[in-house]
Each structure stands twice: as structure tokens, then as C-alpha cells.
């Protein structure tokens, strides 16, 4: 039986590869995708959404939700690595059709309407589940599992020198999630970093005739073009897609049962990921992170799936 996904994301080029993956992969049943403000702001999450969905033209159609805004977002412009739309210029025409719900509505009806059975995969920053902790706090019992792409254990930043870009963008509503009562693994920065790919990874993207290939073929060149002029790296990691692999196969990765926060307000470590790692720990449990993975397993398993989805996709 194939697993129900809520892919929850902020749609640039690494969410884009994931939500490509996901949609054609048979072991996952992608029931809705929920997007919301990070890499674009909410209007363009809305479209990017759409625009890829309707681009790889899945069989089964997931329900879109349309973003709402965060309460305080940073002054953060992420467009100098993902393009100005944050797809590499693909820019998708506005919406065609009205979704009928806010991300964070549609999420929870869907989870009510499936209990125990939902995982949220959460690509982008954590706005929507948290207003879902705050409007509608009576369905988080009946959500299976929260995956989270986001904070950093013993990694540097991305966002700053401490903080990963999600939980930097909205570090409240990370704050808020981590603390709620779910099931959750964190998929941080020390791992998702860590699984890189060199251009010749566009050796084996599916051809262009396929419509994953047409997306995948349009989007990939200029993130590594962009990652060697901006960051000075010829390698790029896939974070998100990484974090998709974490939920397919868990086995390959390395699970430490741990106690985490979220900072809020400091002016240093605003989305820093704090965790409690004494030799006796004052703080309960309250996620699972990943610390370790076997990297070749994971970049073998996104090429597999990324060529999948150009089979199903011809």
C-alpha cells in the first residue's frame, strides 16, 4: 500500500526535484501539496505549485493549496540562487484554476479525513503546520508522522552562520512545530548537505522529451551554473529530495532520538536549532534527527526515482 504525503514546500528548483519524485514514485501517494512563502513569496509558492503539477501532468492529481504570508518574514532575497521566480525563469502563467483552500485549511481537512494515515513532509518553512497548531490543534493526534528538511545539529548555516534557511525564515512557526505534539523527524543540514552531485548528474536526468526530463533538464543546469558562480561549488546538494528519500527509505539513514528548540529572538541565532547534548540531559525527547546516511544509497535512490519519473512521464 502506498504511503499518503502532504508535501508542504516553498517551491524553488531543490522542492521542484522532490515534488517531481514524489508524484510518480508507487510507494507514495502524494494527496495534496501545500505550499507556502520562502524561496518566493506566497503568491509565486501559489503559482509554482501549480504551474508544476500541471507541467508533469501526474496521473493523480494532488490537491493545491493556495500559500498564506507569514506574520514576519526576514528582509531575505533567495532569488540570486533559484532565478526570480524561484525556478530558474521558468515563470509559470497565474494560476489557471482557484484552489478552494488555504495551505494550512486544506492540510487540515485532509488530515482529518485520514487519520493516522497522513505524513507532512515539510520541504520549506514550518508557516503552514504551525498555524494548523494554532487554529485547528485538535487534528496534530491524528497526523502519522511530520518529516522536516530544516535546522542544522553540529552543521554550519545556510542562512546565517547558525542557521538553516527554513527555520531562519519563519523561526516562530518552527519553534511552535517542534514543540507540538507529533511524531517527528528532522532531516537537517548535517545530512542533506552532505549528499552532493556533480554535473554529470545531467548525463542521467530522463531525456527531454519526457515532461520530468523537460523540467528537470530546465532547472538543474542553472542551479549548478548559479551554485559555481554565486558559491564558488561545483558540487550541489538536493536537499529536499534528500529529505523525500528519508521518508521512502529511513533504513539508509541513521536515527538519533534527541531534544531540540528553536531560537526566536536572538539577533545572532534568529532559526537556530538548539539541542540538548549533555551528558545529562535536562530536556525531554521530542524528535528523531538523522545524523548520519550512507550517501551513495541516498544519491542512488534520487537518480532512480528522478528516472522513474521520466518513465512514467514519456
Known amino acids: 500500500m502506498s504511503r499518503k504525503i502532504i508535501i508542504d514546500c516553498d517551491p524553488g528548483i531543490d522542492d521542484a526535484i522532490a515534488i ?10 502524494v494527496v495534496a501539496i501545500t505550499p507556502t512563502a520562502g524561496t518566493v513569496d506566497a503568491a509565486q509558492a501559489s503559482i509554482n505549485a501549480m504551474g508544476i503539477v500541471d507541467l508533469l501532468d501526474p496521473a493523480r492529481y494532488p490537491q493545491l493549496g493556495t500559500a498564506v504570508a507569514p506574520t514576519d518574514p526576514p528582509m531575505l532575497d533567495d ?30 481537512d485532509l488530515i482529518r479525513r485520514h487519520p493516522d494515515e497522513i505524513t507532512i513532509v515539510c520541504l520549506g518553512p514550518l508557516t503552514n503546520l504551525a498555524r494548523v497548531c494554532r487554529m485547528d490543534p485538535a487534528v496534530l493526534p491524528l497526523i502519522d508522522k511530520v518529516v522536516i528538511s530544516g535546522g542544522a545539529v553540529s552543521h554550519s548555516g545556510n542562512a546565517t552562520a547558525v542557521s538553516e534557511m527554513n527555520f531562519f525564515f519563519d523561526p516562530s512557526s518552527a519553534k511552535q512545530v517542534i ?7 528532522l532531516v537537517p543540514l548535517d545530512v542533506t548537505d552532505a549528499v552532493t552531485f556533480g554535473v554529470d548528474l545531467l548525463e542521467k536526468l530522463p531525456p527531454e522529451t519526457t515532461r520530468a526530463g523537460a523540467l528537470l533538464h530546465k532547472i538543474l543546469p542553472y542551479k549548478f551554473r548559479i551554485s559555481h558562480q554565486k558559491l564558488g561549488r561545483e558540487v550541489i546538494p538536493l536537499q529536499d529530495a534528500t529529505a523525500l528519500i528519508s521518508v521512502i527509505e529511513p533504513e539508509i539513514f541513521q536515527w538519533d532520538e534527541m531534544a531540540g528548540d528553536v531560537e526566536v529572538n536572538g539577533a545572532l541565532t534568529r532559526g537556530m536549532t538548539v539541542f540538548d547534548r549533555r551528558l545529562r540531559p535536562e530536556w525531554s525527547v521530542n524528535m528523531e534527527v538523522a545524523r548520519r546516511a550512507s550517501i551513495t544509497d541516498v544519491r542512488d535512490a534520487i537518480v532512480r526515482s ?7 512521464t514519456r
Open 306 to 312: 528522478i528516472r522513474y519519473a521520466g518513465q512514467q
Open 179 to 185: 514543540a507540538s505534539a507529533t511524531t517527528k523527524s
Open 79 to 108: 532569488s540570486h540562487l533559484n532565478g526570480p521566480d524561484g525556478l530558474a525563469g521558468l515563470n509559470f502563467p497565474s494560476a489557471t484554476r482557484q484552489n478552494d483552500h488555504y495551505s494550512d485549511k486544506l492540510m487540515a
Open 20 to 29: 517531481t519524485m514524489a508524484l510518480f514514485d508507487p510507494r507514495l501517494d
